[in-house]
């Protein structure tokens, strides 16, 4: 290869500066995302002194790639399920913080008088938070089992979901130049048509496919699917007129509800940091520094935004969530930073051309200053609320306390409100397959037939094969009962309010019939539909209600199991612990009022009260804690007694608040000081030493030799008399001229020779 390509010359330089940086930045213990983007500005043309890439072009076509694969990545952590089990407060606090700091986002780009779409894309912008910086600084700061984090974790979750529907509205507003509430609303209706239909076809089809086959997969055919699956996923997304971005994150979430996934996620991860490494590293090359020194008041003013309108925003949305005023408080220190759905959300404005280009830097600045301000907002969350709580009048307080536990009442659903969620559930389900089914036979099916046959035969054929493969969702669309109550106890049962579920049910049956009729209607037209028809097609499905119902039972079952084959997988492995995290569930719940929570804390190997029962410990009668269950590898010990043991390693459960945790975890993580030597491999040597006559060692047994505390080494065999002794008894007594080989520390063996 005489002259090489510029690709690969480019390829290499970036890789090794962020190789650099990655180093110094890991020394430093700050985020490598920053450390990128510093690669990134090193190899740009904007210095000078520095080599520079050759074709930004190629780099560009990488980063492409390294958004898809992050967005992928992201999904595969994401799941569907968790963003159901996130629950109420986390969705409620999240919705209304990415409301408010979207619109505060829009409103200061117009006070600065930016154009209209920059300020809609800085909106966009400063709507989520870091993930990787947040649960970083929880780990450093010991902060993981307190109760708020599991709300921060959830509002995490929300904000990646929403941040990418949002991406698809800016696309849309982007390509169409203007914001119409009729052009938006059939983009949202058009976009949850496809996501349902791809998570309903992807969990159906995918999980069982994976199952199969699964004994013909090893890591390099993992490799090869996922990135097919992701590509092809990405490659309809943008058929049907969305980002490739979403077409990667929804593959990831299909995937992410296999029992492959782990597997998946391990086997890409390495594929997914080089490329997320070239896509940070070609934002950097984009930071022009002129730029950032002339939008220096921008960069700040973004900057302050972000601090005080995100803490502000998430604090309130977790008061109105039903959290208590300090948690609220916690909640919002921990939210207010911008994360790397910022530089991705730019980098779509810039792919679209419709952002200026003092963009990027302003988001690179305020998410580097946010990224060092977010451990010291968390760590001080406890002296900021104490201020606060001087601030705010008693009677606020009081209010907020009333209100959050009237919240905490009020999550009960009535029997009827939950008939009716059932129903609109099966409704949408459904209504989603019917369309999906007519639109292929109409697109697809129909002008296959047109041109092989004549006549009304191609439209005879369709239609037949349409209303059969839609059969069965019909029956279900109309007559399948929610929650398996029948008919008749909806009628008697007077705690139903039969009034809106009858107009439910009616509602049910006229939306059957009127896809037969839309269906027959573009076969043959709407006088031959509803005469010859709807009338027969509906008689049929009520005739033949046993088959479509035995039919939807068994495609019902295949997908419910795929979509929970993930926790049937980790319940088998773990089938105790399982058990009583349900039974403690409902417990834990009733006591939330008290910000009482159950926590799994790890006994260290070295603890002081290790072989000392709970009694002799007394956690309760000091700290006020409550021991649910101590776990000792496959053995769950549920509600101790006195005389329980705590050894190394055990699970202990405990149930407590965040204040007495935190008393209590000084104690329960307290070991022996031990000095650990910093031994290298290399200094672990085998030595022999001869013993001859006045060797103190004669007549000692290697137990009282004491050659394992002075040297830390081990005694592996001894050659007496042309034997060899391989692992003598501690019991063994040193004789001369015996010969004794030791394992250990090469600089305190020479010493003891």
Known sequence: MPNLPTLISDLALILITAAITTLIFRKLKQPLVLGYIIAGFIVSPYLGFTPSVADEHNIEIWAQIGVIFLLFSLGLEFSFKKLMRVGGSASITAIFEIVCITLLGFATGKLLGWKTMDCFFLGGMLASSSTTIIIRAFDELGLKSKHYVKTVFGILVVEDIIVILLMVMLSTIAVTKQVEGMEMSFTVLKLGFFLILWFLMGIFIIPTFLKRTKKLFDDEVYLILSIGLCLGMVFLATKVGFSAELGAFIMGSILAETTSAEKIEHIFKPVKDLFAAVFFVSIGMMIDPKIIVDYGFEVLLVTVLVIFGKFIATTIGAIFSGRSLKQAVEIGMSMAQIGEFAFIVATLGMSLGVISEFL???????????????????????NFYNI???????????????????????????????????????????????????????????????????????????????????????????????????????????????????????????????????FADKCFGTKIAALAVVPPAFFLIIVFRKYFKRAYKIIEKRF????????????????????????????????????????DLQTPQHAEYIGRTLKELQWREKFGINVVYVKRSERIIYSPGPNVKIMPFDNVGVLAS???????????????????????????????????????????????????????????AIERNNSRILTPSPNWIFQEYDVVWIVGDKKRLKDLM
Not at 360 to 382: C, E
Not at 682 to 695: A, G, H, P, T
Request: with cysteine.
């Open 658 to 716: 965040d204040e007495i945790l935190d008393k209590f975890k000084l104690e329960f993580y307290a070991e022996h000081e031990q000095e650990i030597p910093d031994v290298d491999i290399e200094d672990i040597v085998v030595e022999k030493i001869c013993i001859y006559e006045d060797n103190p060692l004669i007549g000692k047994s290697i137990s009282k030799s004491q050659i394992r505390e002075t040297t830390g080494g081990m005694v592996v």
């Open 560 to 599: 419910v199991f795929n979509l929970h084959s993930r926790e049937i997988a980790e319940a088998e492995k773990d089938a105790p612990m399982t058990n009583l995290k349900n039974r403690l569930r409902s417990r834990n719940s009733q006591v939330s009022d008290w910000d009482l929570h159950l926590v």
């Open 388 to 518: 606060i709580e001087k601030i705010v009048p008693k009677k606020w307080q009081e209010y907020i306390k009333l209100y959050s536990s009237r919240a905490d009442n009020a999550k009960s659903e009535s029997e009827t409100r939950k008939l009716i969620k059932s129903s609109l559930i099966i409704i949408v389900i459904n209504v989603i397959l019917i369309l999906s089914i007519i639109i292929l036979c109409n697109q697809f099916l129909l002008p296959a037939l047109i041109n092989t046959m004549d006549g009304i035969l191609p439209k005879t054929i369709t239609l037949i094969v349409g209303l059969l493969l839609s059969a069965p969702f019909l029956w279900a669309l109309m007559l399948r009962n929610p929650n398996n109550i029948s008919g008749a106890e909806l009628i008697k049962n007077v705690t139903f309010n039969r009034r809106k579920l009858l107009a439910l049910e009616i509602a049910r049956f006229v939306l059957g019939i009127t896809f037969i009729g839309y």
């Open 360 to 382: 990027f830097p302003i988001a690179v600045g305020a998410s580097a200053i946010t990224t060092f301000t977010t451990p010291y907002m968390i760590k001080h969350s406890d």
